[in-house]
């Protein structure tokens, strides 16, 4: 179960990390790539991501405090 929470941590530090990535990518017009992948160019998109990754940053560390 601990190798599952790490997964949802890490899918939801990822997400977070490449929405705000994808503002900061917006807001400067910068077209910045990572890992040969586009960063979003649009703030719906940016914002999508962003609560993905929170929410999914969330759950990980809810299930985290659980199994304590």
Do not use: E
């Not at 990822?14 to 960063?39: A, Y």
């Not at 993905?52 to 304590?68: D, E, H, I, Q, Y």
């Amino acid at each position: 179960m601990q190798y599952v929470i790490l997964v949802i941590q890490g899918i939801g530090g990822l997400g977070t990390f490449i929405g705000i990535l994808g503002f900061v990518n917006t807001l400067f017009d910068l077209s910045l790539r990572w890992k040969g992948t586009d960063l979003p160019n649009d703030y719906v998109s940016a914002t999508a991501i962003l609560v993905f990754g929170l929410v999914f940053a969330g759950l990980g560390f809810l299930f985290r405090n659980r199994g304590r």
